[in-house]
Nanobody, 125 residues
């Protein structure tokens, strides 16, 4: 059974850091591009960051550029999202997702085949 499992969420003060992990099982991770998405209360799920199959291409939504860094370790079948200088507006459930269909731009949710269950990130003092 193919699945993705996120971890690393939690409560952090503004300006703090968290590192999210996305662990894959039952699939060959280097066949998939991985995206991180987030969904705040009452909001649409939005693309946050993306990394290509071998990590040569990364992308970020403008609101997190310079603060978040995506990386992957295919040998460990894990993708990471390092989040620094967190703000209250970063509060959301964060999801990782895997896609092997590269015909659409990375924020296109419909291009992702596998999704994790999400991990809550709350930024508050």
């Amino acid at each position: 059974q193919s699945q993705l499992v996120e971890s690393g969420g939690g409560l952090v003060q503004p300006g703090g850091s968290l590192r999210l992990s996305c662990a894959a099982s039952g699939l060959t991770l280097d066949l998939y591009g991985i995206g991180w998405f987030r969904q705040g209360p009452g909001e649409e799920r939005e693309g946050v960051s993306y990394i290509s199959r071998h990590g040569t291409i990364t992308a970020y939504v403008d609101s997190v550029k310079g603060r978040f860094t995506i990386s992957r370790d295919n040998a460990k079948k894990t993708v990471y999202l390092q989040m620094n200088a967190l703000k209250a507006e970063d509060t959301a459930v964060y999801y990782c997702a895997a896609r092997s269909n590269f015909s659409s731009g990375w924020p296109a949710r419909e291009s992702y085949k596998y999704w994790g269950q999400g991990t809550q990130v709350t930024v508050s003092s």
